[in-house]
T-cell receptor, first 113, second 112 residues
Framework: AQSVAQPEDQVNVAEGNPLTVKCTYS??????LFWYVQYPNRGLQFLLK??????LVKGSYGFEAEFNKSQTSFHLKKPSALVSDSALYFC???????????FGAGTTVTVRA | NAGVTQTPKFRVLKTGQSMTLLCAQD?????MYWYRQDPGMGLRLIHY???????AKGEVPDGYNVSRLKKQNFLLGLESAAPSQTSVYFC???????????FGPGTRLTVL
């Protein structure tokens, strides 16, 4: 069975400060990890993914994420947050042998001006 | 390209009524998915399809049926709606199971 945990319901940061959204996962095989963002009343948009290779993955809008196998984590980061980054962020995992993605409950990010 | 589109955007049903949600994609993707989103629960997979003519159950399939008669379309049916099916429904598609999923704008369904 595969699962994802996003331990923080909300993250609040000031504009210009670093932003981190945490994600831990559990799979029986090799993990395929994804981050998505959802703006109000919109569908999810893909940010980045880790399949294999370099543990540091760069994605859209200046976001990056670091895959840490020993800690089973895939935290999303942005060096300097913008007010426009305020949204709901989802981490998702797929076990290597499965077709399905499992999503975390989501983390609401608020960036204040 | 329109990407992934969903019809309708909003719907209100009475308990026991039936309806069909339509998802269409123009990216020639093999994989299509139906999710429901409820507050604090993330997205939960209802059914999915790995190709035309195939469907499979996801995490929460009870009360729903699906069909994939054409590659570009994936239909989600509710035969007898219940208040517990009040949710926002998202369709998604992907080229393969390794690739990112592209999501539609969602359908907000209320069952009274």
């Amino acid at each position: 069975a595969q699962s994802v945990a996003q331990p923080e319901d909300q993250v609040n940061v000031a504009e210009g400060n670093p932003l981190t959204v945490k994600c831990t996962y559990s799979v029986s095989g090799n993990p395929y990890l994804f981050w998505y963002v959802q703006y109000p009343n919109r569908g999810l948009q893909f940010l980045l993914k880790y399949i294999t290779g370099d543990n540091l993955v760069k994605g859209s809008y200046g976001f990056e994420a670091e895959f840490n196998k020993s800690q089973t984590s895939f935290h999303l980061k942005k060096p300097s947050a913008l007010v426009s980054d305020s949204a709901l962020y989802f981490c998702a995992v797929r076990d290597g042998g499965d077709y399905k993605l499992s999503f975390g409950a989501g983390t609401t990010v608020t960036v204040r001006a | 390209n329109a990407g992934v589109t969903q019809t309708p955007k909003f719907r209100v049903l009475k308990t026991g009524q039936s309806m069909t949600l339509l998802c269409a994609q123009d990216m020639n993707h093999e994989y299509m998915y139906w999710y429901r989103q409820d507050p604090g629960m993330g997205l939960r997979l209802i059914h999915y399809s790995v190709g035309e003519g195939t469907t499979a159950k996801g995490e929460v399939p009870d009360g729903y049926n699906v069909s994939r008669l054409k590659k570009q379309n994936f239909l989600l049916g509710l035969e007898s709606a219940a208040p517990s099916q009040t949710s926002v429904y998202f369709c998604a598609s992907s080229y393969s199971s390794f690739d990112e999923q592209f999501f539609g704008p969602g359908t907000r369904l209320t069952v009274l």
